[in-house]
């Protein structure tokens, strides 16, 4: 998938919001896109949800930002890397009985949003994702 990747303000934390095209093998690309909630969590926490509330997983971003995620019978387990912010990174391992797959995103600024330069407004990164 290549894509874009953006984070908003949101009430008391951002709307994250990817869209791009899926190519999977020799097929027409696909359309794609996927919305989330990312809250503050606990001390050095996030918390993912859904973009309807449910939740999907919470990460301590200290000491390694990881996360496991149970949708019956598949077992989704993340590891992101913010080491190297605004660029960064989120590695799937993705395990149940039809699916066995690594997915990693990598994710670059398209601008610069606040605290980051001198553009205001939302964060834009670019998606590019290879199994």
Known sequence: MTGVAVLSRDGDGLMYRETGDLQLGEMSPIRAERSYLWRPGGVGRVT???ADGRPFHDIALIPRPEA???CDPDQYSVRYDFGDWPRWTAVWRVK???KDYRMTT???PLALG???GETE???GFEDGRGA
């Open 96 to 98: 149940g009985p039809r």
């Open 114 to 116: 606040p605290g980051m």
């Open 121 to 123: 407004g939302d964060q």
């Open 106 to 108: 990598r994710y670059a």
């Open 48 to 50: 993912v949800a859904f």
């Open 68 to 70: 496991e995620h149970f």
